[in-house]
C-alpha cells in the first residue's frame, strides 16, 4: 500500500447529520492534502496543510472543515452536507515543495453518499 | 479556470502494444507535470513526473514526453499489461505557491 490510510472506506450520511473522515500518513511527510473526485470531474483540491499549517483553501464551503493536529493526521469534519458532496474523498501527503517538484501518495479513499 | 484535460476520454490497447496517453495544457507558465493512475478502488498512484526543461523522460515501461510549443503531454508505455489498466490522470503545477491541477483522465482498456 501506499502507507497514506483512510477510515472509513465508506460512509452513508444524512444531511443533518456530523462526520468526520480521518487520514493517516506512515511516511513521515510534511505535508497533507484533502481532495474531492467527482464523477467524470477532475480532482479538485480542497485544503492543503504544509508543517500543520493551513495553506490552502480552495473556495470550499464551511460545512467542510479540516483539522491537522500533527503532521501524521488529517481529518475532514462534515456537517449538514448537500446530495451533491457525495464523492470519492481522497487524502494525500507529500513533503513540501523541492525545486526538483514533489511526489504526492495518495490513500484509497472514503466514498461519501449524502442522503 | 480548469487548464489540463485529456484528448480522450477511452483508450483500448491490445495487450503487448504499446500505448499513448495524451494531455494537452494551456497554461504556459506550468513548469511541472506529472502522471498518476488510479486503479478500481484506489487512490492516484504516482507514475513520472517531469519538468519543464526537460522534455523526456523515462522510467520503468513508461516514458513521459512534453512539447512546451504545443502544450502538450503524453504518457507512452510500453508493451501494456492487464495490469495497466487503469485511469491515467496527468496533472500541472507552476511551482511552489501554486496548486495541482488535475485533468479529467482516460480510462486505459486492455484487449486479451
Known amino acids: 500500500e501506499t502507507g497514506v490510510t483512510q477510515t472509513p472506506r465508506h460512509l452513508v450520511m444524512g444531511m443533518t447529520n456530523k462526520k468526520s473522515l480521518k487520514c493517516e500518513q506512515h511516511?513521515?511527510?510534511?505535508?497533507m492534502y484533502w481532495y474531492k473526485q467527482s464523477a467524470k470531474k477532475p480532482l479538485e483540491l480542497m485544503f492543503v496543510?504544509?508543517?500543520?499549517?493551513?495553506?490552502e483553501n480552495n473556495s470550499v464551503p464551511s460545512r467542510f472543515s479540516p483539522e491537522c493536529p500533527n503532521s501524521s493526521h488529517l481529518f475532514l469534519h462534515l456537517h449538514t452536507l448537500q446530495p451533491e458532496d457525495s464523492a470519492l474523498y481522497l487524502c494525500?501527503?507529500?513533503?513540501?515543495?523541492?525545486?526538483?517538484?514533489?511526489?504526492?501518495?495518495f490513500g484509497p479513499g472514503t466514498r461519501l453518499t449524502v442522503t | 479556470g480548469e487548464s489540463v484535460g485529456l484528448h480522450l476520454p477511452t483508450l483500448s490497447v491490445q495487450e503487448g502494444d504499446n500505448s499513448i496517453i495524451n494531455c494537452a495544457y494551456s497554461?504556459?507558465?506550468?513548469?511541472?507535470f506529472i502522471w498518476y493512475k488510479q486503479e478500481s478502488g484506489k487512490g492516484p498512484q504516482f507514475i513520472i513526473d517531469?519538468?519543464?526543461?526537460?522534455d523526456k523522460r523515462q522510467g520503468q515501461r513508461v516514458t513521459v514526453l512534453l512539447n512546451k510549443t504545443v502544450k502538450h503531454l503524453s504518457l507512452q508505455i510500453a508493451a501494456t499489461q492487464p495490469g495497466d489498466s487503469a485511469v491515467y490522470f496527468c496533472?500541472?503545477?507552476?511551482?511552489?505557491?501554486?496548486?495541482?491541477?488535475f485533468g479529467k483522465g482516460t480510462r486505459l482498456h486492455i484487449l486479451p
Open positions: 494525500a501527503s507529500s513533503q513540501e515543495w523541492t525545486s526538483e517538484g514533489y511526489e504526492q501518495y
Open positions: 511516511l513521515g511527510h510534511n505535508a
Open positions: 496543510y504544509s508543517l500543520e499549517e493551513r495553506v
Open positions: 497554461n504556459s507558465a506550468s513548469d511541472y
Open positions: 517531469i519538468r519543464s526543461n526537460m
Open positions: 496533472a500541472e503545477n507552476r511551482g511552489r505557491d501554486d496548486k495541482i491541477i
